[in-house]
Every structure is written in structure tokens, then in C-alpha cells.
């Protein structure tokens, strides 16, 4: 904490500084990435059962972040992120003032809760999906790099075709206004985060990004006051009414008991939801490394050369075919020895280039074994002898 205030506002110990600001935004950026690498890893051993959550992770995501962040709101007057990083939302008119800066805030109202949770998760949710439709509609990085034109000459195509109904014209038309739209809007999205970071890092305003300023809340770092204040009331003694009958006290224990285990799982998400982040980058790394292929380590040679995978059988020629040449190195079908730029075939054998070139684009056989050349001459490849410097 000590280490956060210096790189903040001396004025202000509980203003905390841009980089705990953008350090909370990274990590729930990283979250949703290692959900959605779990959710694939175990939809993969249970296809029947998981294989359709696959296609909704986003919207199991928002759903999971919605009931995450919620409790955190309620709870601890911050999200889920905010709460990682020892930080709190206060609405800007009971900001604490410099006389009691460690004096605990109200808690949030139901109505700061819902504007809190709508630039969490519902902004970012359809961001993400109009960032999917963009990328669908242009073409791609590629397209967007090189340009669209093909696209475009196939929708006024489309357009001039007489047949095409209104409603597909509209469709067409919507789909180019925002293809020429959205990436102004993006760049204005993305240029108001950084203003008001620039703006926050100089202390000329107190909100960090856009969302806050719209919804009248400040972050600030949680005091001593804070802490100690929500584990006094989490952990006051519940007191049940006595009731005529029992069973509606055994039930008001049930519930209870319910919303206490369901809290403490939600609080246990604080050292879950991280550890699954460094487990994704764990499995990262090892993919990517020579562990998991078997070249690390002490055996990890042997192994590979064990599980060498063999050559594949030789192809017999074929009657109907050129029979082969008595002697090594000669072409079948000129008989030139050796063999003129030798260039082989998916079937194995060797020609002269400029033979099995004429033959297979007459053909688009392999002389020796009459078998189909995938590709037709698209097929051909050239053999370097061992130490040939080639290219």
C-alpha cells in the first residue's frame, strides 16, 4: 500500500494511481480468455454435454461477470477487479474529504449498482460482438490491410440485381453504413479512454475513462476503516425471529446458511479466478515449448526418435504404366542419366523436370504408377541433393 500511495497523489493518499487503474482493467481482460480456454479444454472430453456452451461462452461470460461483479458491488462497493487491487467505487458528492480521508463510505445504492454493472458488463458484452460483426462484414484484417474492393463490387452487384427483394436491399445498405461508421465510432471509443487517462495521470480529472463520469462515480483505495467495517458485518451474529412454527425457522436458517456458502464461494473467486489466469498462460508456454513435444528433458530425445513415425509403403508401378529403368539415377521417361533437375511426384518417384512436367500437364498421372497428380502440375517437387545449396 505504501509502494501504491507514492506512485499516486501525495495530496490525496486515497486517489490511487493510473497504473493500479490499468492494472484491474488488465486482468479482467485476461479473464475472459482463460474461461473460455477451460471451457474448451472440458468441452472437449465431454462433447455431449458441453459442446453447445462453447457457442454462448460470451454470453456465459457476461452472465458469470454479471453475478460476479454484483456481489462484489454489493458487498465491497467495487468489482470484482477493482476489489483484487484494494480499491472501491465512491459517488462523487460522499467523496471522503481531505479532513477524514479514511472515514468509510456509504455503501453503494441498487441504482449505482445497475449503472456500475452496465459499463462492466453489458458495454463490453455487445463492444465485443460488434467488434465480431466488423470483422465478419469487412472481410477480415486482410481485407481492411489490402482493401475491400471486391466486397463492395459484389454488393452494388447485388444491388443493380433487379431480382434482390427490398428487405435485402436494406440489409445490404445498413451492412455498408456501418462498415463505414463503426470505425470512426471504435477510434472515438478508444480515443476517450486515453484522454481521460492522460487526463487522470495530470490530475486535471477524476474520472479515468468515460463510463465513470457518465455514472457520477470515483475509484478510490480502500482504507483500513473499509476493511474493518465489512468484516464486522459480515461476521455479525444473524438473530431468526421466533416463529409459531418451526419449520419456517429451519427454512430461514436454510436460506441463510444457502447465501453464506454462496458468498464464500463467490469470495473464493478472488484466488480462483487468478490462478486460472496463470494456469492459461502456464499451458501457454507449454504447448508452444519443447516439453510438450517431447524434447526436453533427460529421455526426451529417445522418446521422439521411438515414436519416429515410419515411411510409408513404396507405390508398385502399374501395368499400364512406363516400366522403371534398370539402372539408379535415370529418368523413366527419357532415360537420361542422370536424371536433368530431378523433380519428384506425391507417389515418390524422380523424373527430368522438363519430362514429368509436359507429362503430367497432358495427363496429370504419374507415369510409373498411373495414379492421379493432386494438383496437376501444382504437384511437382524439386530434389536437391544432400549438400546441394539449393533454395
Request: positive net charge.
Amino acid at each position: 500500500m505504501e509502494f501504491m500511495s507514492a506512485l499516486g497523489s501525495q495530496d490525496d493518499v486515497f486517489r490511487p494511481s493510473l497504473f493500479e487503474l490499468i492494472a484491474q482493467e488488465k486482468l479482467r481482460e485476461m479473464l475472459q480468455p482463460a474461461v473460455k480456454y477451460i471451457l474448451a479444454i472440458y468441452a472437449q472430453r465431454h462433447p455431449r454435454y458441453l459442446l453447445r456452451l462453447v457457442y454462448l461462452q460470451d454470453e456465459l461470460y457476461a452472465i458469470l461477470m454479471l453475478l460476479v461483479d454484483r456481489h462484489y458491488l454489493k458487498e465491497w462497493g467495487a468489482s470484482f477487479a477493482e476489489n483484487f487491487y484494494g480499491l472501491k467505487r465512491v459517488s462523487s458528492p460522499s467523496t471522503p474529504t481531505p479532513a477524514a480521508p479514511s472515514s468509510p463510505s456509504p455503501p453503494l445504492t441498487r441504482t449505482e449498482i445497475r449503472h456500475s454493472l452496465i459499463f462492466l458488463v453489458l458495454v463490453p458484452y455487445i463492444k465485443a460482438k460488434l467488434d465480431l460483426l466488423y470483422d465478419r462484414v469487412s472481410g477480415g484484417a486482410s481485407a481492411r490491410l489490402f482493401g475491400n474492393d471486391e466486397i463492395d463490387e459484389r454488393e452494388r452487384e447485388e444491388m443493380a440485381d433487379p431480382q434482390v427483394t427490398a428487405k435485402r436491399r436494406m440489409v445490404l445498405w445498413m451492412i455498408r453504413v456501418f462498415r463505414k461508421c463503426y470505425p470512426v465510432m471504435n477510434a472515438v471509443y478508444h480515443g476517450s479512454a486515453l484522454c481521460y487517462n492522460v487526463g487522470y495521470l495530470f490530475g486535471k480529472t477524476q474520472y479515468y475513462i468515460l463510463g465513470l463520469r457518465i455514472i457520477g462515480m470515483k475509484v478510490r483505495r480502500m482504507s483500513a476503516q473499509d476493511y474493518r467495517e465489512h468484516y464486522q458485518r459480515t461476521n455479525a451474529p444473524v438473530s431468526f425471529a421466533a416463529t409459531s412454527s418451526s419449520s419456517q425457522s429451519l427454512i430461514l436458517r436454510s436460506a441463510h446458511l444457502l447465501g453464506v456458502t454462496l458468498s464464500g464461494a463467490l469470495e473464493f473467486l478472488k484466488i480462483l479466478l487468478p490462478m486460472s489466469i496463470f494456469f492459461f498462460k502456464f499451458l501457454e508456454w507449454w504447448y508452444s515449448s519443447e516439453f510438450a513435444r517431447g524434447g526436453g528433458g533427460g529421455g526426451g530425445v529417445g522418446q521422439a526418435a521411438a515414436k519416429e513415425v515410419p515411411p510409408p509403403e513404396r507405390i508398385k508401378p502399374d501395368p499400364r504404366g512406363t516400366p522403371l529403368p534398370p539402372t539408379p539415377n535415370t529418368c523413366p521417361l527419357c532415360l537420361t542419366r542422370p536424371i536433368d533437375n530431378p523433380t519428384a511426384l506425391p507417389s515418390g518417384y524422380v523424373f527430368c523436370y522438363k519430362c514429368i512436367f509436359q507429362y503430367v500437364e497432358k495427363s496429370g498421372r504419374c507415369p510409373v504408377t498411373w495414379t492421379k497428380v493432386s494438383g496437376g502440375v501444382g504437384g511437382l517437387r524439386k530434389v536437391y541433393a544432400a549438400g546441394a545449396g539449393g533454395v
